[in-house]
């Protein structure tokens, strides 16, 4: 195998709470390791247009606690095409980039998996993605600062749910994984989840919903998971509505906001430690993997089994919040 002396590290797809300070790790542990690196904006479609711009370690300060992206993240559909890597396989060579670092989701981790083969180029992976929904690691980059927030903005919707003696739907962020949902019910005692990995049908809900309130429960809040499958918490409001109607119904949706905000310590932590094992990879000839974390220790994840496989919630957690519901 060549030898690398220079790397280029990109964030794609959704941003995440904790890239930043993914970027930082990155940068000073390739510096320190000796490697050129390179800071490519704007995901993939920074790559093919070459917004490429080499980092000192003064690059990379003052950003372990900002949210968002200094790289800034992008979709890039030309990046999906064979043209369009090879545009971005031309870049790299002719910018002297002779490994990659992709802190994306699912689907930017998919996209470096097709390049890395295509071109038989080493490229190491973090998963950077408040869903939580990669294989082979116990949490991803922005997991955690998320599911702190929801945990924020339901303490204050239960403020307003108590005072007005309502049940709320607040919608959170995972389309296709129930963990921000299920987590962020258990660590806000809300008193249901809905994910789109189990189906629980409306009058499952009304049941369980009216047990508390027979009980001299004033009010309700249930976490719904934004997806298809569950309808949404418009969708599932709507129903229990025509339903239920002496509920007093009211729906949030938390939208973007579950994005933002300063990483927490778990996060910048995870961050850090995952960034400087990506450079251990690429010193230690790994190539096409995701770096994972697993009962506190890093992991080398072969993309494959990061992408295809489906992480399961843990159906102890439901168990646990269908319990202390009553
Ligand atoms: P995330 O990484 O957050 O899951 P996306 O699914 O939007 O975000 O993917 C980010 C980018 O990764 C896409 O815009 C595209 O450039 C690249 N990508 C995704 N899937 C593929 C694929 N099958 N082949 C090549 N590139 C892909």
Same mark, same amino acid.
């Given at each position: ?127 950077? *993605? /408040?869903?939580?929904? @990669?294989?082979?690691?116990? %949490?991803?980059?922005?997991? =955690?600062?998320? #599911?702190?927030?929801? &945990? ?99 729906? *949030? /949706?938390?939208?973007? @906001?579950?994005?933002?905000? %300063?990483?927490?310590?778990? =996060?910048?932590? #995870?961050?850090?430690? &995952? ?52």
């Amino acid at each position: 195998m060549s030898k690398i002396n220079s790397i280029g590290i990109l964030t794609s797809g959704g941003d995440a709470p904790g890239m930043n300070a993914a970027i930082r790790a990155v940068t000073r542990a390739g510096i320190f390791a000796g490697f050129r690196v390179f800071g490519i904006f704007r995901g993939y479609k920074g790559l093919i247009l070459d917004e490429i711009e080499e980092f000192s370690t003064q690059n990379v300060s003052n950003i372990i606690q900002r949210g968002g992206t200094i790289l800034k993240t992008a979709r890039c559909k030309e990046f999906t095409t064979p043209e369009g890597r090879q545009c971005a396989y031309d870049v790299m060579k002719r910018r002297g980039i002779d490994a990659l670092v992709v802190i994306g989701g699912d689907g930017s981790l998919t996209g470096a998996r097709i390049f890395g083969n295509e071109f038989s180029l080493p490229i190491i992976g973090l998963p950077g *993605t /408040i869903d939580n929904d @990669l294989y082979g690691t116990d %949490s991803t980059i922005g997991y =955690d600062t998320a #599911l702190n927030t929801i &945990m924020e903005c339901v303490d204050k919707i239960r403020d307003t749910a108590t005072s007005h003696e309502r049940l709320f739907f607040v919608e959170v962020m995972g389309r296709d994984a129930g963990f921000l949902a299920l987590n962020g019910a258990l660590a806000s005692g809300a008193e249901a989840a809905i994910i789109p990995e189990i189906s629980m049908q409306v009058d499952q809900l009304g049941e369980l919903i009216g047990h508390g309130f027979r009980k001299s429960k004033n009010s309700s809040i249930v976490l719904v998971a934004e997806s298809p499958v569950t309808g949404g918490a418009m969708g599932l409001a709507q129903r229990v509505k025509e339903e239920y109607p002496d509920y007093d119904v009211r729906v *949030t /949706i938390l939208g973007h @906001l579950q994005r933002g905000g %300063s990483p927490t310590a778990f =996060d910048r932590i #995870l961050a850090s430690r &995952m960034g400087a094992a990506a450079i251990d990879a690429l010193l230690d000839d790994q190539r096409n993997v995701m770096i994972g974390i697993r009962n506190d220790e890093i992991v080398y994840v072969p993309f494959t089994k990061a992408i295809k496989n489906e992480k399961r919630v843990n159906p102890q957690k439901l168990e646990v919040l269908r319990r202390l519901s009553i």
